[in-house]
Nanobody, 124 residues
Framework: QVQLQESGPGLVKPSQTLSLTCTVS??????????WNWIRQPPGKGLEWIGH???????RYSPTLKSRTYISRDPSKNQFNLQLTSVTPEDTAVYYC????????????????WGQGTQVTVSS
């Protein structure tokens, strides 16, 4: 059973960088054909795909967030990370990490495993 756990600050000031880590257990982030995703849900809105890092290490981002997003990984720790720069209150959301076997997947029901989510609030 693969488990994912998000960690990081719950409060970020406007204009700063949001940084989160997803720690994976029960499976390897380098396993072929798996994509390791960041997804968020602002209050009162639906899920939004942010981007992924593939088993190969390649990355892909949402066009609307691409200029502010960087996803990296540390295979030795079986972790992958999200950095979102220049945040505003509109970036307030519950942030999830999740794994899928499809690229840029927004069919949420087909994801294999999800983290429990972590609330990030952008406020001064």
């Amino acid at each position: 059973q693969v488990q994912l756990q998000e960690s990081g600050p719950g409060l970020v000031k406007p204009s700063q960088t949001l940084s989160l880590t997803c720690t994976v257990s029960g499976g390897s982030i380098t396993t072929n054909y798996y994509y390791w995703n960041w997804i968020r849900q602002p209050p009162g809105k639906g899920l939004e795909w942010i981007g992924h890092i593939a088993y190969s290490g390649s990355t892909r981002y949402s066009p609307t967030l691409k200029s502010r997003t960087y996803i990296s990984r540390d295979p030795s720790k079986n972790q992958f990370n999200l950095q979102l720069t220049s945040v505003t209150p509109e970036d307030t959301a519950v942030y999830y990490c999740a794994t899928s076997r499809a690229r840029a997947n927004t069919d949420w029901g087909t994801y294999d495993y999800w983290g429990q989510g972590t609330q990030v609030t952008v406020s001064s």
